[in-house]
């Protein structure tokens, strides 16, 4: 598989696999609930065998905290760059299929949500409407939808004036078939190439809500984690420090494998 | 009462400061189960009026007249519906078919949308409109981006013919193809013709196909018809200049 022989997507789906298969697999490893006190409060990581990365200062253990909000990271990344490329593809669609005034008003309000910095959105989104997950995900990708959505309409744009588009009205289609049936599924390729971009910006996002104490509050995350910590930063810099590296190690495998699947596209691009 | 009746058809486009006519005051009819050949020069307007006959492009003035329905002054959802008794099969066949749909969706298609088939009758109609134009049937799963150009125009014809037209523009249907294939593919139209008498608007710039499929010709310069005529007396007798040199430039081949 071509997709394999480089050494970066290599990496980035080694990581993403062991995290994938660390957050499916956390209720067998760690059944017993994160949030209940396993050990002596601010157990310090690589004392006790049993509790490899310590304790929290409620006597939480750190590794299972870790393993449950990994789940939370990647199924909010996931969600909200499906959520985000999904409304992205079908905005850009429209606009460039359909032209004319939809499209400066559709384009217009893209316009208006890019000029807003999407972590704000986020905010202001979940502080109204109030902190669950669905709420989370569909607020990180109110402010992540844009970029999909131009470089849907790019693309679209070129692919409405080809000859099969002019075939499929020839047999009298519908135009809204036309544009999501013909056209959408050929423009695709390139928006998805900025999904990794996305799934990455959306992980810290929701680290970032976390950290504000805008997440999830029923669900463990690692923003969660890292806010707990900031607390006693000076004594215990572990339980900031643990699910931050956990985070760059996501985003990083998210980067990398994003990284090789573009390489690997553009390379058989260049033998077709 | 012919079967398409174009009258005084004008399309201008405008090129940096000066408006060039594609198609000016063209006016032409065709007959059921005839084939009018339109030639003229490359860039004298022949896919422009290909595409204005269909209504794919907007003309600038002019009438459409299809079994007497005036095709300008249908609704959207009218005309969809009149279109699958005017098809049109395009020039270039790799990029005229969707290249991710499959064989069997992009004849079904029309279907679809012109038939109240249910969908075990849409699957046998696409198995034998396969076999009239000489596929195999179980190409109808592969998809378009696996086949060869000439079984991709092969594929446009079947599905031209899936909703049953009475009229078919063929914008230089057979000029991408090569020598071998546009032999069958010529073949083919004619048998199709012989078994379905569905008429042929005939867009070529080669005179060997037009003395061989059309019985009228039309010849274009400059988005104008300057000459029509039956097919045997225009191609061996041309009286515009552009017929003439239309003429004197086509390849001539010994006879075999």
């Given at each position: ?139 990180i990708a109110l402010g992540a939808w844009t970029g999909p959505a131009r470089v849907a309409r790019a693309e679209v744009l070129s692919i409405r004036e080809r000859d099969y588009v002019a075939g499929a009205r020839a047999i009298g289609m519908h135009p809204l078939k036309i544009a999501f049936r013909e056209v959408l599924p050929n423009a695709l390729p390139p928006v998805l190439a900025l999904s990794s971009v996305i799934v990455a910006a959306a992980v810290l996002t929701e680290a970032a809500l976390s950290f504000l104490g805008l997440g999830d509050p029923n669900r463990i995350t690692w ?50 | ?256």
């Amino acid at each position: 598989m071509t997709l394999l022989r480089t050494p970066t997507a290599l990496l980035g789906f080694a990581i993403l696999f062991a995290l994938a298969l660390v957050a499916l697999l956390a209720p067998l490893l760690f059944p017993a609930d994160p949030l209940s006190i396993a050990g002596p409060a601010l157990l310090r990581p690589f004392q006790d065998a049993s509790l490899p990365l310590g304790t929290d200062r409620l006597g939480r253990d750190v590794l299972a905290e870790l393993v449950h909000g990994a789940r939370t990271s990647l199924l909010v990344g996931l969600a909200a760059a499906a959520t985000s490329i999904i409304i992205g593809s079908v905005v850009g669609t429209l606009a460039g299929f359909l032209g004319g005034i939809l499209d400066e008003v559709l384009m217009r309000v893209t316009d208006a949500f890019q000029t807003v910095p999407g972590f704000l959105l986020a905010l202001a989104f979940v502080s109204v409407v109030g902190p669950s997950l669905p709420v989370v995900v569909f607020a990180i990708a109110l402010g992540a939808w844009t970029g999909p959505a131009r470089v849907a309409r790019a693309e679209v744009l070129s692919i409405r004036e080809r000859d099969y588009v002019a075939g499929a009205r020839a047999i009298g289609m519908h135009p809204l078939k036309i544009a999501f049936r013909e056209v959408l599924p050929n423009a695709l390729p390139p928006v998805l190439a900025l999904s990794s971009v996305i799934v990455a910006a959306a992980v810290l996002t929701e680290a970032a809500l976390s950290f504000l104490g805008l997440g999830d509050p029923n669900r463990i995350t690692w923003g969660g984690m890292i806010a707990e910590g900031r607390t006693i930063l000076r004594f215990a810099p572990y339980l900031s420090i643990i699910p931050g590296i956990a985070l760059v190690l996501t985003v990083l495998g998210v980067y990398l494998a994003g990284e090789g699947v573009v390489e690997a596209s553009a390379a058989r691009k260049v033998r077709a | 009462m012919p079967l398409l009746a174009v009258s005084g058809l004008t399309k201008r486009y405008r090129r940096g400061d000066t408006l060039v006519s594609a198609a000016d005051d063209v006016s032409f009819t065709i007959e059921p189960a005839e084939t009018l050949a339109l030639v003229g020069p490359s860039g004298s307007g022949k896919s422009t009026i290909a595409r204005l006959v269909t209504r794919l492009i907007e003309p600038d003035a002019g009438t459409i007249l299809l079994e007497g329905t005036n095709l300008r002054a249908l609704k959207p959802s009218a005309l969809r519906a009149m279109r699958g008794r005017l098809q049109i099969v395009f020039q270039d066949p790799l990029a005229a078919l969707n290249p991710r749909a499959t064989v069997g969706r992009v004849i079904e298609d029309p279907l679809k949308i012109h038939t109240r088939f249910s969908r075990g009758e849409r699957r046998s109609r696409v198995a034998s409109l396969l076999e009239r134009v000489r596929l195999d049937p179980a190409l109808a799963s592969r998809p378009i981006h696996e086949i060869s150009g000439g079984q991709r125009q092969r594929v446009a014809i079947a599905r031209a013919l899936a909703s049953s037209p009475t009229l078919i523009v063929l914008d230089e249907a057979v000029s991408a193809l090569d020598v071998s294939v546009r032999a069958e593919i010529l073949q083919l139209l004619k048998r199709i013709q012989r078994e379905t008498r569905v008429a042929y608007f005939f867009i070529t710039h080669d005179l060997g196909v037009v003395r061989a499929m059309a019985d009228r010709v039309a010849v274009l310069d400059g988005g104008r018809i300057v000459e029509t005529g039956l097919a045997s007396e225009v191609v061996s007798n041309p009286q515009s200049e552009i017929g003439k040199a239309l003429v004197a430039a086509a390849p001539r081949l010994p006879r075999s």
